[in-house]
């Protein structure tokens, strides 16, 4: 079962938020700050949100989207560990729609949702399988993604690995 893109609405997200506001207290005191657990089998990249780390990024908007996607799958392929980037919304003059490279798909939430949307349904559709990381700055997304079985780095410290 997947949870259609663009199925949540704000409603949703903030009922959900409210049914489990226990267990983000539970995660928050677990939390590690080595971030070197994340290198699992699977990392989920909200890639507005690791853009917005950078300084000036908001100026040309479509060179940051390409000089991340690069920097991204080099990481990947150095840790030899699959990567997803998802970005919010159609893609910039220059890059494709979607895109699959070794180590690295490019994704672009469909028109009318967000990003956060597809991350979700991502974690959804992969955590039973294998073990997910989603790198988000975003609180209500990352708290989505532990109650699915995900593990959070925050997009700062995710940029600084870069």
Excluded at 112 to 123: F, R
Excluded at 125 to 147: F, I, K
Aim: hydrophobic share 40%; aromatic share 6%.
């Amino acid at each position: 079962m997947t949870i259609p893109v663009g199925a949540a609405t704000p409603a949703v997200h903030a009922t959900t938020i409210l049914l489990l506001q226990h267990v983000a207290q539970e995660c928050h005191e677990k939390e590690r700050t080595d971030w070197n657990w994340y290198n699992q089998r699977m990392v989920i990249v909200d890639g507005n949100n690791v853009m917005g780390q950078r300084v000036g990024w908001h100026r040309n908007k479509a060179a940051a989207q390409r000089q991340l996607i690069d920097e991204v799958e080099r990481f990947a392929r150095s840790r030899n560990e699959p990567h997803i980037l998802v970005f919010d919304s159609k893609p910039k003059q220059g890059i494709p729609g979607e895109e699959s490279r070794p180590m690295l798909i490019i994704q672009f939430a469909a028109r009318g949702a967000s990003a956060d949307e597809l991350i979700l349904e991502l974690v959804y559709r992969h955590c039973a399988d294998s073990e997910v990381s989603v790198v988000t700055s975003d609180r209500a997304l990352a708290l989505q993604s532990r109650v699915l079985g995900a593990k959070v780095m925050p997009s700062g410290v995710f940029r600084r690995k870069l």
